[in-house]
């Protein structure tokens, strides 16, 4: 699935933002309407309950998606996000988070993600929404 070249322009940006540095956030893998995110779950993701605070999880989600919808060199946006949390993850594990393009076309294209832990569990799904803007983002090879 790997495209070596978007791989690493992407890689590098999700590297440098520092929301995604915060939450301790990689890029695993890529490719055209895919995106593939790792975040590894600590105590200071933790909520009142020491469980893994769900905006941790979103955010895994937000940042799979965002990479996913950017892909293709034009710059996307997210217009709407809808999360199911189906389990909660132990504290100290790794997820994953997996976006998967379903539909796109010029100006509107739509996301299925699932959030796993290490052991397989399926942690969360969401679905997405990206409006696609006219200009080139930054994963674009000029």
Known sequence: MTDNKLLRRAGEAVEQEPFARKLGL?????????????????????????MVHGGAIFSLIDEAFQVACNTHGTLAVALGLSISY????????????????????????????????????????????????????FFHES
């Not at 990689?26 to 020491?50: S, W």
């Open 86 to 137: 189906l389990k909660a993850p132990t504290m100290g594990v790794s997820l994953q988070a997996e976006a998967r393009e379903v539909s796109r076309n010029p100006r509107i294209a739509t996301y299925e993600t699932t959030v796993k832990d290490e052991n397989g569990n399926l942690i969360a799904t969401a679905s997405a929404t990206a409006y696609r803007k006219k200009e080139n983002n």
């Open 26 to 50: 990689r890029l695993v893998d890529c490719a055209p309407g895919y995106a593939l995110v790792e975040m590894t779950t600590t105590p200071e993701l933790g909520n009142l309950f020491q």
